[in-house]
């Protein structure tokens, strides 16, 4: 699966690319035929703790893609936050093709 980055305003380190990576290239696991991933980080400078937003843009065979975007404290917890909620679509859309 590609895996492409980008981050509004800001340089994200390496380490956050990593996990980032790891934890979305997991996502194979629960459908086998996923194109490719976008993630998009930004900072949301209007609220007070829970700035740090992560999106994920999925792209699968049968559908446009599968989008998620979360708030959180730090990326990190954003990210797992977002991958979650993809990882919730794909079971629904696994699910539906079964019946199909």
Do not use: C, W
């Not at 893609?65 to 696994?94: P, T």
């Amino acid at each position: 699966m590609n895996v492409t980055f980008q981050s509004v305003q800001f340089k994200a380190d390496q380490r956050l690319l990593d996990f980032t990576e790891k934890k979305v290239s997991k996502l194979d696991q629960y459908y086998e035929s996923i194109i490719g991933a976008e993630v998009i980080f930004r900072l949301v400078p209007d609220q007070d703790r829970e700035n740090k937003v992560a999106e994920i843009k999925l792209s699968i065979p049968d559908r446009d893609y599968l989008f998620s975007k979360k708030n959180a404290v730090s990326f990190e917890e954003a990210v797992d936050l977002a991958v979650a909620a993809i990882k919730h679509q794909l079971e629904r859309v696994k699910e539906k093709s079964r019946f199909k």
